[in-house]
């Protein structure tokens, strides 16, 4: 029984790790996107990806879609 679980927590942990290096390689090819892309495409990305930005008292504050 302590077998299965552990061998459902590496799993689990080798699904999370290949989550993980497939974001990462999406990011580096969103530096590539972001340097060929338009102003309106940047525009378009930009307001896709943040929810809501709050300023007040010295301080911003950017909530962003996940």
Request: overall charge neutral; cysteine-free; glycine content about 4%.
């Amino acid at each position: 029984m302590v077998a299965d679980e552990y061998q459902f927590k590496i799993q689990k942990l080798n699904e999370h790790r290949e989550e993980l290096e497939k974001f990462t390689k999406s990011l580096e090819n969103l530096n590539v996107l972001w340097d060929n892309a338009t102003f309106e495409e940047r525009k378009h990305f930009l307001r896709r990806m943040i929810k809501e930005i709050r300023a007040g008292n010295g301080k911003i504050e950017i909530d962003i879609r996940l």
